[in-house]
């Protein structure tokens, strides 16, 4: 069942980047991604080229957002907040300062 993994997928995703604190109850994103599905559900009996079309978009449409959150991460920790100490720049790139022994 790769659609409904696609499906549960996009809505983990949806929900981390929700801002509302209620989730994505009342999101017209989700709403529309769960009538899709509807829609495009078949039986064993069926065959549905329409369904293998509505995976891929919604396996693209994950990599689109599962992407974004990532770079949205990235951006928050590596952005310029001006001036950094010696200190915190080797700590970003993992080098350690040498200790002086007194």
């Known amino acids: ?3 409904t993994k ?4 996009l809505l983990h995703e949806l929900r981390q980047s929700a801002k509302d604190p209620g ?3 009342n999101s017209l994103a989700a709403r529309y991604i769960l ?3 509807k829609k495009f ?3 064993d009996q069926q065959l ?3 369904r293998n079309e509505a995976i891929f978009l919604g396996q693209t449409y994950l990599t689109y957002l ?3 959150r990532k770079y949205n991460e990235l951006y928050k920790e590596y952005h310029g907040r001006g001036e950094r100490t010696v200190k915190e720049t080797a ?3 993992g080098f350690k300062l040498p200790t002086d022994p007194k």
Do not use: H, P, W
């Open 66 to 68: 599962s992407s974004l």
């Open 48 to 50: 549905c080229k329409a």
């Open 1 to 3: 069942m790769a659609g």
């Open 6 to 9: 696609v499906l549960r997928s």
């Open 23 to 25: 989730g994505i109850k």
């Open 91 to 93: 700590d970003l790139v």
């Open 35 to 37: 009538a899709q599905y």
């Open 41 to 43: 559900e078949t039986t």
